[in-house]
T-cell receptor, first 112, second 112 residues
Framework: TQLLEQSPQFLSIQEGENLTVYCNSS?????LQWYRQEPGEGPVLLVT?????EVKKLKRLTFQFGDARKDSSLHITAAQTGDTGLYLC????????????FGTGTRLQVTL | DTGVSQDPRHKITKRGQNVTFRCDPI?????LYWYRQTLGQGPEFLTY????????KSRLLSDRFSAERPKGSFSTLEIQRTEQGDSAMYLC??????????FGPGTRLTVT
């Protein structure tokens, strides 16, 4: 059972468009990570958020942790073809170095 | 390269055979995790170690699965009497006691 629901599941956009991916849960997490995964490879860590309301920026990517630490969002500005991949949120109840509960994933396709 | 490595990258086996996968963590990391990812899903936690001690096991880890980390460095995951439902990507990650998890490239298992 996936405790973290991501939406949308699939997203196909053109280069230059903006998009937002949501990660929602009924559970409170002590930390939440976002990963990106390419086909046939392991997930690559993008960011970790730990404080309710926290906002972190990574170039064109903006990550926010909900005030209640139950949800998160990832916003990409001016998407590029290199942003294509599977975006996964993952929450932990006991810090980043304990088991992660992953979301269902959002598959993003960016075309020219 | 000092990242997490996994061997083999791909394994095709017949139903009923035993398979063993290896994971070498980042050298200074004392926590090591195993996850399983089926097609279209996010990874699911299987088990994790701190040094050589196995601290937590998921109920997903049936009696046919066993994981070891004998010297607190590399780890092995063995699946006995494989079934078609075991077909998945098996991911290994490592972290320090308080740090974030970094994933290896995974082992893709296909049971025919």
């Amino acid at each position: 059972t996936q405790l973290l629901e991501q939406s949308p599941q699939f997203l196909s956009i053109q280069e230059g468009e903006n998009l937002t991916v949501y990660c929602n849960s009924s559970s409170v997490f002590s930390s939440l990570q976002w990963y990106r995964q390419e086909p046939g490879e392991g997930p690559v860590l993008l960011v970790t958020v730990v404080t309710g309301g926290e906002v972190k920026k990574l170039k064109r990517l903006t990550f926010q942790f909900g005030d209640a630490r139950k949800d998160s969002s990832l916003h990409i500005t001016a998407a590029q073809t290199g942003d294509t991949g599977l975006y996964l949120c993952a929450g932990s109840h006991s810090g980043t170095a304990s088991k992660l509960t992953f979301g269902t994933g959002t598959r993003l396709q960016v075309t020219l | 390269d000092t990242g997490v490595s996994q061997d083999p990258r791909h394994k095709i086996t017949k139903r009923g055979q035993n398979v063993t996968f290896r994971c070498d963590p980042i050298s200074e990391h004392n926590r090591l995790y195993w996850y399983r990812q089926t097609l279209g899903q996010g990874p699911e936690f299987l088990t994790y170690f701190q040094n050589e001690a196995q601290l937590e096991k998921s109920r997903l880890l049936s009696d046919r699965f066993s994981a070891e980390r004998p010297k607190g460095s590399f780890s092995t995951l063995e699946i006995q009497r494989t079934e078609q439902g075991d077909s998945a990507m098996y991911l290994c990650a490592s972290s320090s006691v308080w740090g974030e998890q970094y994933f290896g490239p995974g082992t893709r298992l296909t049971v025919t």
